[in-house]
């Protein structure tokens, strides 16, 4: 449930504002379920945002409050995964967990409405979590969870840590309906104090139809990660190239030739997940790489995309022969993704 007004409500004093900056207040109350084979998850939410625009081209969104309450029911199979693990950093991110965040983000999109031009696109976002909760609980000298080394807020863990991420895309249109796109989406979380770990939520993934399209959602990395132990990949680093080319077939439908580069990976090592940590001399062996085609059907209102990638870099392979030869290529290794 959203609720929205066109002004600035309390606490900030703003009512003022001129007009065509189009100050704007949401209000969220919501909840999520989600379903996978190896979980069940609850997020129920409730956030507060202030909206306004500089100008034409830039704007701003501050969310001062936004709090997620995180239930998770494990499967037996991947609860079982998890008590084997002696890593408590992957585990502390299937538990029960409270975000208490307050996120800033920064937009330019010079975009022109209805009219058809080369445009950019940037947005840089800083969000942080729990410094509140946590000041409290140091100034009060309020006991740490009974036997733990964290402190809890109603018998739940809160998430701590800084959040930082940057994206940016370009636009070249050759035709109207002939156009290039270049994509570079980057980022990092950094958690500290009451986390040993970014909150699933909160980690950065690989694979999708959004980013590495040659890989199921969450199937890549971290880093040079190889196994065939069904775990979720997440990391707290990442790094994404993506180009694309669009060109017209027939009335509303269009093809695309698409790469995707990229990666993810953690700031720390990890005995789960070895060769996952990010390391400045090696971290550029280990982007991933596809290749593919797709469809776009574009009714204005709204795109529907279909893709089919093919990874031809694998980082999970040893470093000498992540390259695929064609010869290695099997019909079963195309992902056919939609969105």
Request: hydrophobic share 40%; charged share 20%; proline share 5%.
């Amino acid at each position: 449930v959203q609720f929205f007004f066109p002004r600035f409500l309390l606490p900030f004093n703003l009512g003022k504002l001129p007009r065509y900056m189009y100050p704007q207040t949401n209000i969220d109350l919501g909840y999520n379920y989600q379903r996978r084979v190896i979980y069940k998850r609850h997020i129920f939410n409730s956030a507060i945002r202030y909206s306004w625009k500089q100008t034409p081209t830039i704007s701003h969104v501050l969310s001062p409050i936004d709090i997620n309450f995180i239930k998770i029911n494990t499967s037996d199979e991947f609860q079982q995964m998890l008590d084997a693990m002696t890593n408590t950093q992957y585990k502390s991110q299937y538990t029960d967990h409270i975000i208490m965040a307050t996120r800033y983000a920064f937009t330019f999109n010079n975009q022109r409405a209805a009219n058809v031009g080369n445009f950019f696109y940037f947005r840089f976002q800083v969000e942080t979590s729990g410094n509140f909760l946590n000041g409290m609980n140091r100034l009060f000298k309020t006991p740490l969870a009974d036997g733990k080394d964290y402190y809890e807020i109603l018998n739940v863990r809160y998430a701590q840590y800084a959040l930082f991420d940057v994206d940016f895309k370009y636009f070249h249109y050759f035709t109207p309906k002939s156009t290039i796109i270049a994509r570079f989406v980057g980022g990092i979380g950094i958690p500290y104090s009451n986390s040993e770990a970014l909150p699933m939520e909160k980690s950065f993934f690989a694979g999708g139809s959004n980013d590495m399209r040659g890989w199921i959602l969450k199937t890549l990395g971290p880093g040079s990660y190889s196994s065939d132990i069904n775990l979720e990949r997440l990391g707290d680093v990442m790094l994404k190239f993506n180009f694309e080319y669009r060109f017209p077939i027939h009335n509303c439908i269009r093809g695309a030739i698409f790469t995707d580069i990229g990666n993810v990976w953690l700031l720390k090592e990890n005995n789960n997940f070895p060769g996952g940590e990010f390391k400045f001399d090696r971290f550029y062996k280990e982007f991933a790489v596809d290749v593919g085609l797709g469809l776009r059907f574009d009714f204005n209102f709204a795109v529907i995309r279909l893709d089919a990638g093919i990874p031809v870099v694998d980082p999970s392979l040893p470093e000498k022969q992540r390259i695929r030869p064609l010869k290695s290529y099997k019909f079963s290794d195309i992902i056919p993704m939609i969105a």
